[in-house]
């Protein structure tokens, strides 16, 4: 939320090769999907995608946490280099009237984690990891 607009962030995952580049062998075989954050007016109907030079590469089964007007990425796994990088981004979300404005930082404080589920605690702004895989 922001501005008293909300909007849906959707970023990260996996596709399947596109059909021109598969072969018997690989015809299941999936890549990340492009670094891109898709925001979705749900109110509105209106989609839009924005590319960040923070995210250059794609991830998949990353944490995601909404808090006000930022989103933040917590872990993830990397198809292409087989690694899950200890990574924390935060997204900030400014809903203006005409277009929205994104800002992405790369915090210090990353963890190493993939496929798991957060969940806050209480009240505060304490929350728990629980299951998926560490490197």
Not at 56 to 85: K, N, T, W
Not at 128 to 133: D, E, P, W
């Amino acid at each position: 939320q922001s501005h008293g607009k909300t909007a849906c962030v959707l970023f990260g995952g996996r596709s399947y090769m596109p059909a021109g580049e598969r072969t018997t062998e690989t015809w299941n075989s999936v890549v990340d999907c492009p670094p891109q954050v898709f925001l979705f007016d749900l109110e509105f109907g209106c989609s839009s995608a924005h590319t960040l030079p923070e995210l250059s590469d794609g991830q998949s089964f990353h944490l995601a946490l909404a808090r006000e007007d930022c989103v933040y990425f917590i872990g993830g796994h990397s198809l292409m280099s087989d690694s899950r990088p200890p990574r924390l981004f935060r997204l900030r979300v400014e809903l203006l009237q005409g277009a929205p404005l994104l800002s992405c930082e790369t915090l210090d404080t990353g963890i190493s984690i993939s496929s798991a589920i957060i969940n806050r605690t209480g009240p505060t702004h304490r929350y728990i990891i629980l299951g998926g895989y560490q490197s």
